[in-house]
Nanobody
Framework: QVQLVESGGGFVQAGGSLKLSCAASGLRLRNYDMAWFRQAPGQEREFLAAITWSGERSQHDDSVKGRFTISRDNLKNTAYLQMRDLKPEDTALYYC????????????????WGRGTQVTVST
């Protein structure tokens, strides 16, 4: 059974940092490009960052560029999202996703999803 499990979310003050992890089981992450998305209440799920299976290339949305960094460790079968200088508008449920094809910014292109980890940023 394929599972992606996010962890590392929590409550943090504005300006703080968190590092999210996405641990995979039932599949080898090295065969997948990975991405992080987030969804705030009443809003659509939005793309944050993606990385190729090898880790050689990545892409970050302009809204988080310079503050968030995606990475991966295929030996640990885990992907990460380092978040710095967090803002109240970063409050959302954060999801990781895996795709068998090249990464995109579209949710429909991803084969597997985690259930999300909540990030709440206070003022």
């Amino acid at each position: 059974q394929v599972q992606l499990v996010e962890s590392g979310g929590g409550f943090v003050q504005a300006g703080g940092s968190l590092k999210l992890s996405c641990a995979a089981s039932g599949l080898r992450l090295r065969n997948y490009d990975m991405a992080w998305f987030r969804q705030a209440p009443g809003q659509e799920r939005e793309f944050l960052a993606a990385i190729t299976w090898s880790g050689e290339r990545s892409q970050h949305d302009d809204s988080v560029k310079g503050r968030f960094t995606i990475s991966r460790d295929n030996l640990k079968n885990t992907a990460y999202l380092q978040m710095r200088d967090l803002k109240p508008e970063d409050t959302a449920l954060y999801y990781c996703a895996a795709t068998e094809r090249a990464y995109t910014t579209r949710t429909g292109d991803y084969n597997f999803w985690g259930r999300g980890t909540q990030v709440t940023v206070s003022t």
